[in-house]
């Protein structure tokens, strides 16, 4: 069937480095992307979205790229910092009507300082 | 302050005791929808509502029902709590034109089931 999975499932980085978290998706017909960010304790978050019109989309410090041809995303965070510890999670849908929003199972972002 | 509120936050049950997780959003979102988050499984939506009156299932709704009387409070009612029903649940609201990007989501509720 198809999934949203993600390539690993920690991911360590020291402070002030950049950090990049891989998405695998499986569904082509998926055109809308969303990362989103979990920190202990609390709700996730949206931080960025990206439509399939789109290989590169740019927010405060992080990044997203989108390569439809092998169905992959990433997460680029620049100049990592602590309050950047979290869960994040990729998720993807279509938009046309009656499409699902289909999360990936997360990966932990640890910054060592 | 823009929010998604779900009470309680944590609750330990029995086994057949109904419960009802409130959710209410201040920020006049058409689109409600419930997530369980388990080990392993992700975020699994349970319930979800285009609008007042208009509920649908989700991927695992089995054991759970939902109601939308009004627009801001959607709660969850666990008629008959089973033990693979613990787990950390989600609310989550966007405007009906964002339903599939922004999601709001509230701090969690973690339901144990005895």
């Known amino acids: 069937g198809e999934s949203v999975g993600l390539h690993l499932p920690t991911l360590s980085v020291q402070e002030g480095d950049n950090s990049i978290i891989n998405c695998a998706y499986s569904n082509s017909a998926s055109d809308y992307f969303i990362w989103y960010k979990q920190e202990s304790g609390k709700g996730p978050q949206f931080i960025i979205d990206i439509r399939s019109n789109m290989d590169k989309r740019q927010g405060q410090r992080v990044t997203v790229l989108l390569n439809k041809t092998v169905k992959h995303l990433s997460l680029q965070i620049a100049a990592t910092q602590p309050g950047d510890s979290a869960v994040y999670f990729c998720?993807?849908?279509?938009?046309?009507?009656?499409?699902?929003?289909?999360f990936g199972k997360g990966i932990t972002l640890s910054v060592r300082p | 302050e823009a929010q998604v509120t779900q009470n309680p936050r944590y609750l330990i049950t029995v086994t057949g005791k109904k419960l009802t997780v409130t959710c209410s959003q201040n920020?006049?979102?058409?689109?409600m929808s419930w997530y369980r988050q388990d080990p392993g499984l992700g975020l699994r939506q349970i319930y979800y509502s285009m609008n007042v009156e208009v509920t649908d299932k989700g991927d695992v709704p089995e054991g759970y029902k939902v109601s939308r009387k009004e627009k801001r409070n959607f709660p969850l009612i666990l008629e008959s709590p089973s033990p693979n029903q613990t787990s950390l649940y989600f609310c989550?609201?966007?405007?009906?034109?964002?339903?599939?990007?922004?999601?709001?989501f509230g701090e969690g509720s973690r339901l144990t089931v005895l």
């Open positions: 998720a993807e849908t279509s938009t046309g009507a009656n499409s699902k929003l289909t």
């Open positions: 989550a609201s966007s405007f009906a034109g964002r339903v599939y990007g922004e999601l709001f």
């Open positions: 920020m006049n979102h058409e689109y």
